[in-house]
């Protein structure tokens, strides 16, 4: 069966960076991008970016743009989401999800990072 | 890009209607027939409930519909229960090769 199983909770210092993973099974990896989907305690889903796992081609919201590098590893199937210049308002559960053809699929379970001084 | 505008919350009692709203502009819902939608209980994984407008995935019951008109989707959840009770968004594709999640609507069975 389809799985995506990420990385584990994370605790940054403001201004530090952030590396996320996605490990996909169960499926052909290079057959469908990745998304990655955010979202801040409370808040609602925050689109952010996504990869193309046959070419590595990638994009992301105007948010993100400059901030958010989309990369993927096709040798471990494997999807990474990084943030660069963490505050406070990065704070979030963040999501990888499987493209549907048309929308995200599947999605993973998520990752909490936190960030705090 | 802007969030798409769903109502914060929308409630109704068991076995009634309602209908979400999710309104976006030419740039993205009334582009294309790629609006999908996503059901999220508190702490979960959220959880696709629609895609291209009307479509239902394998499973999903079929008190779940969808629909769009110009630059308006809508999902509509009929024999309201009380499962139905949590967060839903909406997600459109846009012009820019990027996606675009709704605000959320909180539904509220009484």
């Known amino acids: 069966q389809v799985q995506l199983v990420q990385s584990g909770a994370e605790v940054k210092r403001p201004g530090a960076s952030v590396k996320v993973s996605c490990k996909a099974s169960?499926?052909?990896?290079?057959?469908?991008?990745i998304h990655w989907v955010r979202q801040a305690p409370g808040q609602g889903l925050e689109w952010m970016g996504w990869v193309n796992p046959t070419n590595g081609n990638t994009n992301s919201a105007e948010k993100f743009q400059g901030r958010v590098t989309v990369t993927r590893d096709t040798s471990i199937s494997t999807a990474y989401m990084e943030l660069n210049g963490l505050t406070s308002d990065d704070s979030a559960v963040y999501y990888c999800?499987?493209?549907?053809?048309?929308?995200?699929?599947?999605w993973g379970q998520g990752t909490l990072v936190t960030v705090s001084s | 890009q802007s969030a798409l505008t769903q109502p914060a919350s929308v409630s109704g009692s068991p076995g009634q209607s309602i209908t979400i709203s999710c309104t976006g502009t030419s740039s993205d819902v009334g582009a294309y027939n790629y609006v999908s939608w996503y059901q999220q209980h508190p702490g979960k994984v959220p959880k696709l409930m629609i895609y291209d407008v009307s479509n239902r995935p394998s499973g999903v019951s079929n008190r779940f519909s969808g629909s769009k008109s110009g630059n308006t989707a809508s999902l509509t959840i009929s024999g309201l229960q009380a499962e139905d009770e949590a967060d839903y968004y909406c997600?459109?594709?846009?012009?820019?090769?990027?996606?675009?999640f709704g605000a959320g609507t909180k539904v509220t069975v009484l």
């Open positions: 169960g499926y052909n990896f290079i057959n469908s991008n």
């Open positions: 997600c459109s594709y846009t012009n820019y090769y990027t996606y675009v």
């Open positions: 999800a499987r493209h549907g053809g048309t929308y995200p699929a599947y």
